[in-house]
């Protein structure tokens, strides 16, 4: 389909269009990075029945640019026994493996930055960069915890991986598609043409419920670990391995990390939102649907998924290692197969 | 001069005779595969421009992709092989890997 | 097979047991006392920065004595009969030594509680302060006499006045007392010396 | 033999795939300055060596030094977290030395502030113990609890921490008034957290499975090893001073001791030690419960003393159930107003020497699970 | 079983080198034993059928200005009973048999006391300091110990 | 070009636009305290018990940081002993610039009950780090670490960026001219 | 020069460079992660060349899944707890020697390249290579699908097999 973006619309020179439009999301990227590190300071806080931040601003809403000035001024530390090339380079590699991914999200119908047919895919991919990147600085610090930390991880989001591809991937057959404007087409229509309720068509539908429901739990999952959430934080579980993979790291860098790992956050939300949840679609049906609401709709389910990634690491303990492994290879990989056999095979009868 | 068949092609040359360097060089087993990699991608980007330029149309997008899962289980069973080497010399230098058993 | 599912399952509910829980606190009324505006009550017998009251000390030095961690610096000095500013103790009592130095180290305290239980006159009181974190350890050691240098090279120099006097006094009554002594043993050598001579003169 | 002055590593006969990590002192889940030398496989745990002493601040060094009610304070800061039930065996000890009868209110109060400081210390370990989990919130939810706990401290003694409440022959001052109300509220309190913890933290599967089957101490170990309190108890041997060798008026209240009994995995693994303190916790509820019924009203808070306590020549050792497990003091009075050693017996420092044992063979991740059960508290280690 | 019980079977079998017992109540009593022979005692102590002390609550080096001084405190929890073993043994030869492998838990102990008092533990695995750094000189807790002015460039004293 | 020509002229030029960006960062610097988890002895149960919801450090914008990197000031809490203190000195090395310490208590501040027969014990860890606030008590109650944190924080805001290097051009140029 | 070439000759110097640092290096961990520079040039050149299945294929092989397994074979084939692991060369003689032989190589490759009049008839862009890939993969080459597939599952359970820790 052809790629409508408002932004070429705007702007006829080619190119200034093309740097508009790399630059809004990360615009974008910076005020909910802000407004997501706020959001896990007080809905923390609230779950602990605390307070949070209070003093910074009026009930601390400044609290996160307080952080930004402080963290711009922070010394730039680059460890002497660290391998500094590389060292510098893995917080760049890792927010650009963040970023690259914003290259396909389709915030509304008239605003997709670059819509390739398989975005999905893209989304996938450019996820692995990241873990170069974690290697490259856990390797580089020169530090047992890093190193154990960097080891771990990887090892993680590859085994997480597979489980989540393929709760998209059955997404992907319900919708022949997968270029995520199409999937996000695909639902129109109120929330009962959503994916987790098996998409358009007629009340056949019902009996893939279940395993949608249980598709979009797995890729939940899979999710948190890919991002490295709790319960799944092993890499930077502070009771073992000090911060992890960015133990060595402070100042801007560290904020690379911390950016990239709310950026991932958003990503995952993002593409659970498109793929389950109806993308930008309204769930009344036509009612309150439009370019507006589409950015609307999409922003606020898929923040509605960031925080539930929230409150879920503020309630769970963590896992073991091995116990990871367990579940990504025993419990989500066996379920998600059944139900993406289950819903190719809805999808065959068709 | 605008970017032809001939462009990539050289690409790949030199990529090639890189990797193959690299493979006759290097001692470390690991090393070598990754001279290898090389090689392999040189002939992808061979595939690729053949099937933009050179009417291989869609079939050299195919056997890209045999290509690239070629690769993926040659790096498998290689590693593996490495790992075997690794635990039973301690090393994994190739040149000294000449007993069947130990 | 069915421990497996029944694993999963368990699993799956108790995290949504767990996110229930954390959902109602989501709610409930924080418990957070924001201090600098708000304070949380500090019950009167807390046992925070000493005070000391310099009209109530007698000098004692009992609190010295019982500091587990001698934090505690006393010097006391006697008081001259004479002086025409008696200290008095807030009770009316006199006192009968001047504290020129009364100095608490808080940088080595350890608020146990000790030398306000031994404080014969409750002048050394444990108060509800506690915010009096500093930029300087200096700034901890506090003095709490309420002698001014002056006063107290006053007070030396009458006691010491009076030390010399008493001293005198003292060799007075000694010399007068060696001189009586002598005298008598010099009348008795008198009274016993006739009986002698007598004897002799016998 | 004696003379060596380090542990020498040998890195030459470390196999190239085995890793040393020195875990701590500054850790943040190393309980404090603990700091473990740890060799791994892998993610398998090999050896383990603690290295102590990072708060070694000369307790009995100091004790030499200082008159009888003078050490008292200082056995505050042995285990931080229990002064109460610190004191009691000292204070204990001396009195028995000097042959003094408490007064009955004197041994109620006694007997309310020790196990309200088990519950205090019991939630702190539960609390660390879930953080080293991961789960921070069960933290503050035990943390919030804790501070109505030191709240009745602080109103009683005037101090939240370190209490210097016991006296020998007696208590520094009488409760408030309203002291039995404010600690029926915490109990019930208390009961009411420990339920809603349960359900969040205990019993949920993550839980479980990282702390079931971990660490586990078999009986015979146990004793060997001299632990006590709930590591031993953890190992299902029903050992508890307060019933077997009941000092104080322990011997006036009906309650239980929970042992572990292995209902999610093995006897004697982390889980279990971890129920058992909980349990406890209930258990010193309903301790507290009889011990506010039966206690007088009215009374004396302090035996009349001679001005300098001067204990006959001889010597003592007392010992006491603390949260963490038997506190022992071995008093040596030289017939003046200050010992000639006061040694204490460290509950931590005994129930730590254990962890080498038990953490050989699992990951590093369980070994720090497996330090969080033990519960250590290293200003009793050190001392 | 009282204490005097456990001294007279231990006299019986042990003869001279049990030294003596001594009763000073209210404090306890204790049995003073030869060092030489303490390994002996504490497995007949442990393994012997009526004895059966299969926890030792505690050991503590002191000094008593001339000599070192070990103490024992041995509880049995199968028949409730505590005994107090006591040892002494001269200052410029501080050498005692280590019961580390008896109970386990003496390890640690017999590390402290040789780390604060300087009793040497023969037949220890690894007697080296537990609490002071390894680097470590005198024993803190004689009493003729005066603390270094300076260790590793910091100022000790006050 | 404004401002950063501004930048290189004296504070006075560049007066209101420079005092505020000075201001601003102090306020940030001030406002986003992260500290070091570093817990020593008993102060260390009333640092836990400050951060619980009774009194809430994060209201204060502070967040524990595991790692010293990241850390922009370390609270001393508890006794500092001879075999603590060089890890202690190499955590301060490890720690970024602009960097602070609290040293809580009194063992901290001077070795506290310890001083005087501590043989193990290190009198005050300001001999080994600088110190910026002392907090004491022994314990401290959490309020009063709270305060030592205010403190702390109005000296971070009424620290000097500019005016500094403005100050050492004035001595510099006394030098110069003496 | 338009901005087509320039992003080619961009990702060409990449390619090169990269791959020269990953033959020539002396520290391994430089070679395994330059090579993550070369497989993402190669796929910039994909791109170029419209093929963006095998772009996209190309990173999530060969970076997510190929660098990664290298990366983890030079960490549990070498000490790697410091950050200096040197890897040995052969000889200066074998260095020469393959020096002139892939030279040689490259000489003969980048003339016949050059001097051959390929048979060019430049396509129109695919619109979804995906979707002709999907159906060439299970109509004409269905047969070497299914045995790719079957060489894949073999791979893993040798690779598993072989690589298993012996007790």
């Known amino acids: ?350 | ?102 | ?202 | ?383 | ?158 | 070009m404004g401002l950063l020509n501004k930048l290189n002229q004296p504070y006075e030029a560049g007066g209101i636009i420079l005092g505020t960006f000075e201001d601003i960062l102090n306020w940030g610097r001030a406002r986003s305290d992260w500290y070091l988890h570093f817990g020593l002895a008993c102060c260390a149960i009333e640092f836990m018990a400050m951060n619980a919801s009774h009194f809430d450090f994060m209201r204060f914008g502070t967040i524990p940081r595991a790692t010293p990197r990241q850390a922009d000031f370390i609270m001393i809490t508890g006794t500092v002993t001879l075999k603590m203190a060089e890890r202690i000195k190499k955590l301060w090395e490890q720690m970024a610039e602009p960097k602070y310490c609290i040293s809580v208590g009194s063992c901290a501040n001077c070795g506290g009950p310890y001083w005087e027969h501590g043989y193990h014990v290190l009198k005050g860890v300001d001999r080994i780090i600088p110190v910026h606030v002392y907090v004491p008590g022994c314990p401290p109650r959490p309020e009063a670490f709270q305060d030592g944190m205010i403190k702390l924080q109005k000296m971070i805001k009424e620290e000097a960026i500019f005016r500094k290097r403005k100050k050492l051009e004035e001595e510099t140029k006394i030098e110069l001219s003496a | ?167």
């Open chain 2, 1 to 102: 001069m605008s970017i032809g068949l001939t462009h990539y092609l050289v690409l790949a040359a030199i990529l090639f005779s890189l990797g193959i360097f690299g493979i006759i060089t290097r001692k470390n087993a690991v090393l070598v595969l990754m001279g290898l990699e090389l090689v392999l991608n040189s002939a992808n980007i061979n595939f690729i421009a053949f099937a933009k330029f050179g009417g291989l149309n869609i079939q050299g997008h195919v056997a890209a992709i045999f290509v690239i899962i070629l690769a993926a289980a040659e790096v498998a069973v290689a590693l593996a092989i490495v790992l075997n080497i690794y635990q039973n010399y301690r090393h994994v230098n190739i040149d000294e890997v000449d007993k069947l058993k130990e």
């Open chain 7, 1 to 167: 020069m338009d901005i087509f070439s320039i992003v080619f000759y961009l990702f060409a110097v990449i390619i090169v460079v990269s791959a020269a640092i990953v033959v020539m290096s002396k520290n391994i961990m430089y070679s395994a992660f330059s090579l993550l520079f070369t497989f993402f040039g190669v796929a910039g050149i994909y791109v170029l060349l419209n093929a963006d299945f095998i772009a996209v294929t190309q990173i999530m092989i060969y970076i997510g899944g190929i660098l990664i397994l290298i990366i983890f074979g030079v960490m549990l084939t070498s000490r790697i707890t410091g950050v200096d692991i040197k890897s040995g060369t052969t000889g200066k003689v074998q260095i020469a020697f393959a020096g002139v032989i892939s030279l040689v190589i490259a000489i003969t490759l980048i003339f016949l390249f050059a001097n051959t009049k390929w048979f060019t008839s430049e396509l129109k862009p695919h619109q979804s290579t995906i979707e002709d890939i999907g159906k060439e993969l299970l109509t004409n080459y269905l047969l070497a699908f299914e045995v790719a597939s079957v060489l894949l599952l073999i791979a893993i359970i040798g690779a598993a097999f072989i690589a298993r820790r012996k007790s």
């Open chain 1, 1 to 350: 389909m052809e790629t409508t973006n408002f932004v070429y619309n705007l702007i006829p020179n080619e190119t200034i269009a093309i740097i508009v439009i790399s630059v809004i999301p990360l615009i974008f990227l910076i005020v909910y990075a802000l407004l997501a590190i706020l959001g896990e300071l007080k809905i923390s806080a609230w779950i602990q029945e605390r307070l949070g931040p209070m003093r910074t601003g009026p009930w601390g809403i400044l609290q996160p640019i307080a952080e930004v000035v402080k963290l711009i001024q922070k010394e730039d530390l680059t460890p002497d026994s660290a391998n500094k090339p590389l060292f510098n380079l893995a917080p760049y590699i890792i927010f650009m493996g963040a970023y690259a991914s914003f290259a396909v999200i389709p915030f509304s119908r008239y605003f997709v930055p670059s819509g390739i047919n398989i975005g999905l895919f893209y989304i996938f991919a450019v996820g692995s960069i990241a873990v170069i990147g974690i290697v490259m600085g856990g390797w580089a610090s020169n530090n047992k915890y890093s190193l154990l930390g960097a080891m771990r991880s990887v090892a993680q989001i590859i085994s997480y991986e597979i489980p989540g591809a393929m709760a998209i991937l059955s997404v992907a057959v319900l919708a022949s598609s997968l270029d995520l404007e199409k999937i996000n087409i695909a639902q129109e229509g109120g929330i009962w043409n959503w994916f987790i309720f098996g998409g358009q068509g007629s009340w056949s539908k019902i009996w893939v419920f279940p395993f949608t429901l249980v598709l979009s739990l797995i890729y939940l999952v899979a999710s948190l670990a890919e991002t490295n959430r709790t319960p799944f934080d092993i890499p930077e579980g502070e009771s073992e391995l000090v911060a992890g993979y960015h133990t060595e790291y402070s100042g801007m860098k560290f904020a690379m990390f911390f950016f990239a790992e709310y950026a991932n956050m958003f990503v995952v939300a993002a593409v659970l939102t498109i793929t389950f949840f109806g993308g930008w679609n309204s769930p009344f049906g036509n009612f309150m649907q439009g370019p507006g609401w589409d950015v609307f709709w999409f922003i606020s389910k898929a923040f509605f998924f960031v925080i539930l990634q929230i409150w879920l690491r503020w309630t769970l303990p963590r896992l073991r290692v091995d116990q990871l492994m367990y579940v990504g290879w025993k419990v989500l990989l066996p379920f998600s197969f059944i139900c993406f056999l289950f819903i190719s095979l809805f999808k065959m009868i068709n």
């Open chain 3, 1 to 202: 097979m069915l421990e497996y599912i029944k694993n999963v399952w368990l699993g799956f509910w108790t995290v949504i047991v767990g996110m229930k829980i954390t959902f109602t606190h989501l709610f409930e009324k924080k418990v957070t006392v924001q201090y600098p505006d708000d304070r949380y009550p500090i019950p009167p017998n807390a046992r925070n920065k000493l005070h000391l009251e310099p009209t109530l000390c007698n000098g004692c030095t009992s609190c010295a004595r019982i500091c587990p961690v001698n934090c505690i610096k006393v010097e006391t000095l006697r008081v001259v009969p004479d002086d025409p500013e008696q200290p008095m103790i807030a009770d009316g009592t006199k006192r009968k030594l001047w504290v020129p130095v009364y100095d608490i180290d808080f940088a080595k305290c350890c608020f146990c509680g000790l030398c306000t239980t031994v404080c014969p006159t409750f002048a050394i009181k444990h108060t509800v302060e506690f915010e009096y974190s500093t930029y300087s350890r200096d700034d901890l050691y506090v003095r709490f006499s309420d002698m001014s240098p002056e006063k107290v090279a006053e007070k030396k120099k009458m006691l010491e006045e009076f030390q010399a006097k008493e001293k005198a006094a003292k060799a007075e009554a000694a010399r007068k007392a060696a001189e009586e002594k002598s005298k008598a043993e010099a009348q008795a050598k008198a009274e016993s010396s006739p009986v002698t001579e007598s004897k002799e003169s016998n």
């Open chain 5, 1 to 158: 079983m009282t204490i005097n019980e456990i001294y007279e079977q231990l006299k019986e079998e042990y003869g001279d080198s049990i030294i003596e017992l001594i009763e000073n109540p209210p404090c306890d009593s204790s049995i003073i034993v030869k060092a030489e022979s303490i390994f002996d005692i504490c497995h007949t102590l442990r393994d012997k059928p009526g004895f059966e002390f299969d926890y030792l609550m505690c050991l503590s080096g002191l000094d008593l200005g001339e000599n070192l001084s070990a103490v024992y405190h041995l509880y049995s929890m199968k028949h409730s009973h505590k005994v107090v073993l006591k040892t002494i043994v001269p200052k410029d030869n501080p050498k005692i048999p280590s019961v580390e492998k008896i109970w386990r838990t003496a390890d640690w102990h017999e590390r402290e006391a040789y780390d604060l008092i300087g009793i040497i533990f023969e037949g220890h695995h690894n007697l080296i300091r537990i609490l002071c750094p390894y680097d470590w000189e005198g024993y803190p807790l004689r009493k003729d110990y005066k603390e270094p002015e300076y260790y590793h460039e910091m100022k000790v004293p006050y």
């Open chain 4, 1 to 383: 033999m004696g003379e060596k002055k380090r542990i020498e590593l040998d890195y030459s006969k470390i196999e190239s795939d085995r890793m040393r990590l020195n875990v701590g002192p500054q850790h943040p889940s190393t309980h404090g300055v603990l700091r473990l030398e740890v060799e791994l496989d892998g993610e398998i745990v090999t050896e383990v060596v603690p290295h102590i002493g990072y708060l070694h601040r000369c307790f009995e060094k100091h004790a030499e030094k200082m008159t009888y009610p003078q050490v008292i304070p200082y056995i505050d800061r042995m285990d931080y977290v229990t002064s109460m039930n610190n004191e009691l065996p000292y204070v204990m000890a001396i009195e028995k030395m000097l042959g003094i009868e408490v007064p009955e209110k004197v041994q109620y109060i006694r007997v309310i502030m020790c196990e309200l400081n088990r519950i205090a210390s019991h939630q702190i370990a539960v609390a660390t113990f879930g953080l080293d989990a991961g789960a921070f919130t069960p933290f503050l939810y035990f943390f919030r609890d804790r501070e109505y706990i030191l709240a009745i401290f602080e109103k009683a003694s005037g101090a939240r921490l370190l209490f210097n409440y016991f006296w020998i022959g007696g208590l520094a001052a009488d409760v408030h008034p309203t002291f039995k109300e404010d600690v029926l509220a915490i109990v019930k309190q208390v009961r009411k957290t420990n339920k809603e913890i349960e359900d969040l933290l205990i019993y949920n599967k993550i839980f479980i499975e990282r702390t079931a089957n971990v660490g586990i101490l078999p009986p015979d170990v146990a004793i060997n090893y001299a632990c006590s309190g709930p590591v031993l108890r953890g190992s299902g041997v029903k050992f508890d001073l307060r019933k077997n060798e009941p000092y104080s008026i322990y011997d006036r209240f009906d309650f239980d001791i929970p042992v572990g009994m292995g209902e999610v995995g093995t006897v004697g693994d982390c889980w279990d030690r971890n129920i058992v303190r909980m349990r406890e916790m209930e258990q010193s509820c309903r301790i507290i419960e009889q011990a506010i019924e039966q206690m007088p009203n009215e009374g004396d808070v302090q035996e009349k003393l001679p001005k300098k306590i001067k204990p006959p020549k001889g010597d003592i050792y007392m010992r006491a159930e603390n949260p963490k497990g038997d506190l022992g003091f071995y008093i040596v009075s030289n017939g003046t107003d200050k010992p000639e050693r006061v040694k204490a017996r460290g509950t931590s420092f005994v129930n730590l020497s254990v962890l080498p044992e038990i953490s050989k063979g699992y990951m590093f991740a369980d070994l720090i699970l497996i330090l969080g059960s033990i519960d250590i508290v290293l200003g009793e280690v050190d001392r």
